[in-house]
């Protein structure tokens, strides 16, 4: 995987993705409870400005995933991996500590277990990580009862441990769980499944828009809209050329489908929750790129709504089927003088 890449990871119920400064608020809502940081072993939120300083500060690292329930796309709390001198045990090459929250609403629905599942499979069949790490306080029956269900073993238990965060002292109890443990406990089928990588196609959300990657994203554009877009004469194709790169460097987040030997298959690029852009490779078009492109963006990131030109009979009907209505209708298009229709997913 591309260093200025995060993967977008996915269950039955969750979509697991990187954090973003928009998720402020929701998680201010979540983080501000009592009940959630201080047994977890940090303070209590007290604004949403400070929740967005820890988006950026501490949630933005690599391998911290913002765990976002499918239904409504609604935020349920955190998972990640700690690596180095970032976790509370300590941890040698190869590896990590796995650390974990959920907000109150969202207790008592396994949801942080589903998630930390899919954390040990990325650690053990992305990563290819020897052993996994998790502590927590004696007394959290929550975050140990996790840590039972998802196969970590007791260890050891540490006394008098300060918090780093809190400056408390409590006991500590230390579990692990190795790869061969993990593997010894999953379904054969399923663990070669797991870890088969032919034929596997991986979603992720550029981080850094180097010259590199807006060049990859780039071809990728003009290639699907001179198959796409016959209503588009060569001038008209030239002149939009002239200002997408910018698009793809400033739009909020842009989600790359790539396949199994890292060829870029498409592309889609939110902002709040519209859906910017959203084009596939032709000869990837029918494999499902843009369906999961599209699913994460509105299970993982939100997005309701988007523009899609009128002419592009194929397109619109694209998102139809994937539940959006047209709400409203444009003349023009600010970059080409072509009609446009609004969408907006229809609410159940």
Same mark, same amino acid.
């Given at each position: ?152 073993? *007791?260890?050891?238990?540490?006394? +008098?441990? #300060?918090? =780093?965060?809190?400056?408390? @002292?409590? &006991?500590?109890?230390?579990? %692990? ?51 796409? *877009?016959?209503?588009?004469?060569? +001038?008209? #194709?030239? =002149?939009?050329?002239?200002? @997408?790169? &910018?698009?793809?460097?400033? %739009? ?97």
């Amino acid at each position: 995987m591309k260093t200025d890449e995060r993967p977008v990871l996915e269950t039955e119920r969750l979509v697991l993705r990187p954090w973003k400064t928009a998720d402020a608020d929701e998680l201010f809502r979540l983080a501000s409870d009592p009940n959630v940081g201080p047994i977890a072993g940090w303070p209590a939120h007290e604004s949403a400005d400070e929740s967005r300083m820890i988006i950026e500060t501490v949630l933005g690292a690599p391998e911290t995933y913002a765990v976002v329930l499918r239904e409504a796309a609604a935020l349920v709390g955190s998972v990640g991996l700690l690596f180095g001198d970032a976790g509370t045990v300590p941890l040698a090459p190869g590896e990590a500590e796995v650390g974990y929250w959920a907000g109150v609403p969202f207790w008592g629905r396994g949801l942080i277990p589903e998630a930390v599942r899919e954390i040990e499979r990325h650690a053990f069949c992305d990563l290819g990580l020897a052993r996994l790490w998790c502590a927590c306080a004696v007394e959290n029956a929550k975050s140990v009862r996790v840590q039972e269900k998802c196969g970590f073993s *007791h260890c050891r238990t540490e006394r +008098d441990v #300060v918090v =780093r965060l809190t400056g408390e @002292v409590h &006991d500590e109890r230390v579990s %692990v769980l190795s790869r061969d443990d993990w593997a010894a406990s999953a379904d054969a089928g399923e663990l070669r499944r797991l870890l088969r990588r032919e034929g596997r196609m991986a979603v992720t959300a550029a981080g850094g828009r180097s010259k590199r990657l807006v060049s990859e994203v780039f071809e990728v554009w003009h290639a699907s809209v001179r198959a796409t *877009h016959d209503f588009l004469g060569e +001038d008209d #194709v030239a =002149r939009i050329a002239d200002y @997408v790169p &910018d698009a793809f460097r400033t %739009v909020e987040t842009l989600l790359l489908a790539r396949g199994s030997a890292g060829e870029l298959l498409g592309f889609a690029g939110v902002s709040g929750d519209d859906l910017e852009m959203l084009f596939v490779r032709p000869e990837s078009r029918g494999a499902g790129v843009g369906k999961a492109l599209l699913r994460i963006a509105v299970e993982g990131y939100g997005v309701t709504r988007l523009d899609v030109n009128e002419q592009n009979s194929q397109a619109r009907g694209f998102y139809e089927h994937a539940g959006f209505v047209a709400v409203g209708r444009s003349e023009t298009d600010a970059a080409a003088p072509f009609p446009i229709v609004h969408l907006a997913l229809e609410q159940a």
